[in-house]
């Protein structure tokens, strides 16, 4: 009896220290994975900092120009921190040039462009996404080929147009086409937005006896922050920023935007850099402000428009 006893003792301790054994390994092999995850994310971290030093060059050459005076401009070796900085380039650049006329112009334009872009392209997306009606796949098509038309082919026609509307020398050419669906690539992004939302919304709502509008309005389009902030910052980066079509289109200076008025500082002999680099920082600030705070919804519309849907 006794010595069946300890052999179960003995047993007992075999399978104790087996388990223990098999525990510590268990520990090293998780501990191990758990450095090499680390070693990994630390890799991709320099990685990406590297990067991201990289794109933030020109940025910080760009704020530390704009600081500087004329002659240190282009000294070499070139000198990062300004000695002396020179503050009075900000106040000057806007006394060089009408800066707040500029200001003026190009807010009206981004603003009513960007309005009629979020408006008419999630009305058209809604269309594609929620509404059924003959060749509707075909039409969809034919929008997203325009995609592949450069805007230098229509441009010429496009100009005789508004020249014939009396338009040229005007804001409307630069905001007028925003209200006409607001650019295949936008309503691409708000149909792919639609297309994720559940169908079960529409119907009870239409059992409710609401209509396409009305779903469209109050049911979809307060779901769609993140789709409407991802095409207001595409929508307004690209009309801040437009220099072609401003160009083209006005021909008075008292309606020039901001980025033709940066040419303002050019001459034909000499260019003051410095003035044109702080006018250019004040120029990207709002640019800056507006991704800071609708960050969250254009990283978040970024995701899921790329979802496959129905």
Known sequence: MRED????????????STLVSVETIIRR?????????MLRDLFWYIVLGFFAVVLALPLAWLVSTSLKTGAQTF???????PDPIVWENYPEA?????????????????????????????MAAFAFARLRFPARSFLFGLVLSTLMLPGIVTLIPTFILFRTLGWVNTLLPLIVPSWFGGGAFNIFLFRQFFMTLPYDLDEAARIDGA???????????????PALATVGVFSFIHHWNDFFLPLVYLQDTSK??????LQGFKDLYSTS?????A??????????????FAQRYFVSGIHLTGIAGR
């Open 75 to 81: 000294v070499m070796p070139p000198k990062w921190i």
């Open 256 to 261: 020039w935007t901001m980025a033709i008025g």
């Open 29 to 37: 092999q998780m501990t191990r994975k758990r450095l090499l995850r």
């Open 279 to 292: 006018a250019s920082t004040a120029m990207i600030i709002p640019l800056l402000v507006l991704f800071f």
């Open 273 to 277: 850099w410095n003035l044109m680099m």
């Open 211 to 225: 209509s396409n509008f009305r779903i469209y309005w109050n049911i979809l389009l307060p779901l769609s922050k």
């Open 5 to 16: 006893i300890k052999e179960m003792l003995t047993r007992g301790e075999a399978r104790l």
């Open 94 to 122: 806007f006394r060089a040039v009408p800066f707040h006329r500029y200001f003026w112009n190009t807010m009206q334009i981004v603003v009513f462009a960007t309005l009629g872009t979020l408006i008419t392209a999630s």
